[in-house]
């Protein structure tokens, strides 16, 4: 970690600007750590036990090491001034600041719930009743930051800022859900499901939510030029197997309709042939798939098949991506931008983008997959 692990106010030659971007260089590694573990399914590399870093602060940067930013920091921590709203006139605070901050906090309260339902102390009721706890501050803490960035009734494409605050707002509020849908798996195993049944309606309700926003986060052409990396860090494979997992194992569920037209508009933003990822000026195009790519969506397109067979839908029966652009921008009308929905371009390939990948297609190999390229995917169960 080269020292990106401990906090740097212990070094008295650092200027306060040097601290602070070597807490954003270590926050980051903290998120990225962790966000690449869950999706692969393994420990993350940081040791939390010797993790020393203060939270980011949310100053402007220009405020940074001042002593008009040193006082007002100062009286937050006392609890003697509540934290500026981004925005206002005379605020201290910057809106990507409150959002770095409030996604870094979340990170920390992801990887202590992971800790605890994946340590080696037993999964008992009293740490689920924790971690529930511990969920509902997250909320409150998430919101509140949502709260304190700025508020558009009606938003300017062409404003940098409004745009921003909006899809900073959303995302923090897909990441309040997102946590949800580790729980998933340990509750709907339990041996008394009945006395979780709330609570795994919650985690549903906070699965689809989640992936919902996800969606919105891709349809709304207003976030092209935030939507760089996509799919990468927060694509919701986890939320949609565990909608698909509880539609096959409960097709008469109240929550079954609901999941599906969840997953479908999901589903309807890539397809077989290759997923989205976004350009460096911010129009989507196609990534073809690599070594694993097919199986893996023929796992998800199967498992699809199966749920919605039992619970007695068509699985031919598909969304285009227009019409999922047109129901994501009607349901969160509520942030402003305009509603009218323009003819839905297919992904666009540029002219040198097959040559990118012939090569590692045909010659490379995924060093993180292990799949069997002989494995029969349609007939996996």
Same mark, same amino acid.
């Not at 195993?189 to 891709?218: G, V």
């Not at 052409?221 to 990396?229: G, H, I, R, S, V």
């Not at 790519?293 to 619970?311: F, V």
């Not at 047109?326 to 509603?339: H, I, W």
């Given at each position: 970690? /080269? ?55 949310? !100053? ?13 920091? $100062? ?28 996604? *870094? ?8 719930? #992971? ?22 501050? #997250? ?9 304190? !960035? ?19 707002? #959303? ?10 849908? *580790?729980? *998933? ?24 939510? *989640? ?55 999901? !589903? ?15 129009? #989507? ?13 023929? /796992? ?13 839908? $068509? ?18 009308? $509520? ?47």
């Amino acid at each position: 970690m /080269l020292g990106c692990d401990q906090e740097p106010s212990q070094y008295a030659l650092l200027s306060s600007v040097a601290k602070e971007i070597r807490r954003r260089i270590g926050w980051q590694i903290y998120y990225l750590d962790l966000l690449v573990a869950v999706a692969a399914g393994l420990p993350p590399l940081k040791d939390t036990k010797s993790w020393g870093l203060c939270p980011l602060g949310e !100053l402007r940067d220009e405020l940074i090491g001042t002593s008009t930013g040193i006082a007002y920091e $100062n009286a937050v921590h006392r609890g003697e001034q509540e934290p500026d709203h981004a925005g206002l006139e005379g605020s201290l605070v910057s809106a990507p600041a409150i959002f770095a901050s409030a996604k *870094y906090h979340q990170s920390v309260v992801t990887q202590s719930i #992971l800790e605890r339902m994946y340590g080696r102390s037993p999964l008992t009721g009293k740490v689920l009743s924790d971690i529930l706890n511990d969920l509902e501050t #997250l909320r409150f803490a998430l919101s509140s930051s949502i709260r304190r !960035l700025p508020q558009y009734d009606v938003v300017d494409a062409l404003n940098s800022d409004a745009v921003f605050a909006q899809w900073a707002s #959303l995302l923090l509020s897909a990441l309040i859900d997102r946590n949800w849908t *580790y729980l *998933y798996y340990p509750l709907s195993h339990a041996t008394d499901k009945r006395k979780w049944q709330e609570t795994l309606d919650r985690i549903l309700n906070h699965s689809r939510s *989640y992936l919902e926003r996800i969606t919105a986060l891709t349809c709304f052409d207003e976030f092209a030029p935030l939507q760089w990396a996509w799919p990468g860090i927060h694509q919701p494979l986890q939320a949609i197997m565990v909608l698909l997992h509880h539609i096959k194992q409960q097709p008469n569920s109240q929550h079954t309709e609901a999941n599906i037209s969840a997953i479908d508009e999901a !589903l309807s933003l890539c397809d077989r042939e290759g997923g989205m990822i976004g350009g460096r000026d911010g129009p #989507l195009n196609r990534r073809p798939l690599k070594e694993g790519g097919q199986e893996a969506w023929y /796992l998800i397109w199967n498992l699809r098949t199966q749920a919605w067979q039992r619970a007695g839908y $068509n699985p031919e029966q598909l969304l285009t991506r227009a019409e999922t652009v047109e129901r994501v921008r009607r349901r969160f009308a $509520n942030l402003g931008f305009a509603t009218s929905i323009t003819e839905a371009d297919g992904f666009q390939l540029p002219d040198h983008f097959d040559s990118m990948f012939d090569d590692e297609l045909r010659t490379g190999s995924d060093p993180f997959m292990s799949l069997d390229p002989n494995i029969d995917w349609l007939q996996w169960n």
